[in-house]
């Protein structure tokens, strides 16, 4: 019959890590389901859950070591606190992995060998922590480093998505700091308040949400232009219609079908990408840009926006007649009174009309 206090730890560990392996394990089914993804990114993914499942596993020995009466356990104490402290900041760095693979250098391997270098040393010296031979814990100096290593990886995941000119990323950088956050109150509820098993738990959590947003992304934003897509378009308008002013404006690129004959269809991607980088960067704040076609953007903006809209498309026209690339557009304010459908034949018309002057110059 199990003591007390065995039922007591086993509770502990139950009520702590139940929900986050579950979920872990149903999210291992969905990847290795999931056809959205590339290989290399669907593998990252799963080697991320695997080492959250493995460090749900370390803990709970580690946890379970630290109430074992047997003194002479404290050699594995130190290498399942070891395991604990320098394979969590492995998670956000795979993370980061799956969609920054090309922002990602191999200083950025640094941070995580300290890391595993200290901790190692600190199996036999006081740094990180030590467990002593009568099976006591004790922090270290650099406790704080494992901590501060997930938080730089976490820090990137925040700022490579702000060097991409992305509709999306807003939203990505959003769900990751809110994923900071729950870390960061995790570490601080376990150092300040003693309380166990939560690190990993959250990190679960984490990767969850991580995977559910990147998978929403994947439906809401143009895979080649960051633009939101032609659904996401169609959600606006459904939200909007009868409800709310705004600013309509729909852009066409000139002579596009002609880069894409004479050049080849890979320098007539390029050229899109260069389009939709130089939009997306000026309507920052002011519109809203959604690909709505081949070569066909709209862009929703409060009706408040009219003067900055109208300047950020005049800046727009400057910068890409430095690569010999020109668009023509129509706009108006929709009134909520008015039929939606309405106002987009009126500026599908005025982007003809401006269309036809240009070509006449």
């Known amino acids: 019959m199990r003591s007390p206090e065995s039922r007591c730890i086993m509770s502990t560990l139950i009520y702590s890590y139940a929900v986050p392996l579950t979920g872990l394990l149903f999210l291992l089914y969905l990847i290795s389901i999931n056809y959205l993804f590339s290989k290399e990114q669907n593998r990252l993914f799963k080697s991320a859950v695997i080492i959250n499942l493995g460090l749900i596993v370390i803990t709970s020995l580690d946890y379970m070591f ?72 004790d922090r270290g100096i650099l406790f704080f480093l494992p901590a501060a290593t997930t938080l730089f990886y976490l820090m990137l995941m925040i700022f490579f998505p702000a060097q991409k000119y992305d509709q999306g990323k807003k939203t990505e950088q959003i769900t990751i700091a809110a994923i900071m956050a729950t870390i960061i109150l995790s570490i601080f509820l376990e150092v300040n308040y003693g309380y166990y098993c ?16 990147q998978n929403i992304n994947f439906f809401a934003v143009d895979s080649l232009t960051g633009a939101y897509n032609r659904q996401m378009f ?10 709310q002013d705004c600013m309509l404006c729909l852009i066409d690129i000139n002579n596009f079908k002609y ?3 004479t050049f080849g269809h890979e320098e007539g991607d390029k050229a899109l990408v260069f389009f939709s980088e130089v939009i997306i960067k000026n309507m920052r704040k002011i519109a809203t840009v959604y690909r709505t076609g081949g070569d066909e953007f709209m862009l929703m903006a409060k009706k408040e926006n009219e003067t900055v809209l109208l300047d950020a498309i005049e800046k727009s026209i400057r910068e890409l007649k430095e690569r010999k690339i020109s668009f023509a557009y129509g706009m108006t304010h929709y009134r909520a009174v008015n039929d939606i459908q309405d106002a987009l034949r009126e500026i599908d018309k005025k982007m003809y009309e401006n269309k036809k002057r240009a070509t006449e110059l």
């Open 259 to 261: 880069i894409n004959d």
């Open 234 to 243: 169609n959600l606006a308008v459904s939200k909007i219609q009868s409800k």
């Open 198 to 213: 939560l690190n990993y738990g959250f990190s679960a959590l984490g990767i969850i949400i991580y995977y559910i947003s």
């Open 66 to 137: 630290r109430w074992e009466a047997n003194l002479s356990i404290w050699y594995l104490r130190r290498i399942t606190s070891f395991l604990n402290f320098s394979c969590g900041p492995i998670i956000p760095m795979l993370l980061m992995r799956i969609f920054y693979k090309d922002k990602f250098k191999k200083i950025y391997y640094i941070p995580l060998f300290i890391n595993a270098g200290i901790c190692f040393i600190s199996i036999f010296v006081n740094i990180v922590f030590y467990i002593s031979t009568d099976n006591s814990y």
